[in-house]
């Protein structure tokens, strides 16, 4: 009976250790909230605060890109005549660096695109903001796992 009584224990022991573990392994997150641009007030002032953080224990060796924001909302304000705007991503974190590709728009067309670095820490793309859309980009800084977050147009 002793015998089985340990065993009991022992299972229920090890169940606890490995709910625990399982907790500190998928960590759950919150999604940033969104950032709104606005066309008409802040046409050439969209930020985009870009962050490197330890990417958590499933990769404990590597940083990941993060952003405060996803997605970025530039809003059109001005009904059917829509401006264009400017949007800026900056690394706060400033012993990182954007890599020479460091925002690539994956399906920007003629609307969003031109991305060029400013310095090693602030890359801009022009948002010509003709028409609504959905753009996916990537962002890369040197030694960090890339993000891929998103660009809309309303």
């Known amino acids: ?4 009584s340990a065993l ?8 606890v250790v490995l709910a625990g573990s399982a907790a500190l392994i998928t ?9 709104d641009c606005d066309d008409d007030t802040k046409p050439d002032s969209c930020m985009v605060s870009v962050d490197v953080v330890w990417c958590g224990p499933l990769d404990p060796l590597r940083s990941c890109v993060s952003v405060l924001s996803d997605p970025v909302v530039i809003h059109n304000k001005n ?3 829509r401006k264009p705007i400017d949007v800026y991503w900056t690394i706060v974190n400033k012993k990182y660096k954007f890599a020479s590709n460091g925002i690539v ?4 067309g003629d609307e969003l695109g031109g991305c060029k670095s400013k310095d ?8 010509k903001h003709k028409m609504f859309g959905v753009y996916k980009y990537t962002i890369n800084v ?3 796992n890339p993000l ?7």
């Open 27 to 35: 960590p759950v997150k919150t999604p940033p909230p969104e950032l």
């Open 1 to 4: 009976m002793r015998t089985a």
């Open 120 to 127: 090693d820490v602030t890359f801009f793309c022009k948002n």
């Open 148 to 154: 891929d977050p998103w660009v809309i147009n309303d």
């Open 142 to 144: 040197t030694d960090a």
């Open 105 to 108: 728009i994956a399906n920007g």
């Open 79 to 81: 009904g059917s005549d």
């Open 8 to 15: 009991l224990v022992g299972a229920v022991l090890g169940i």
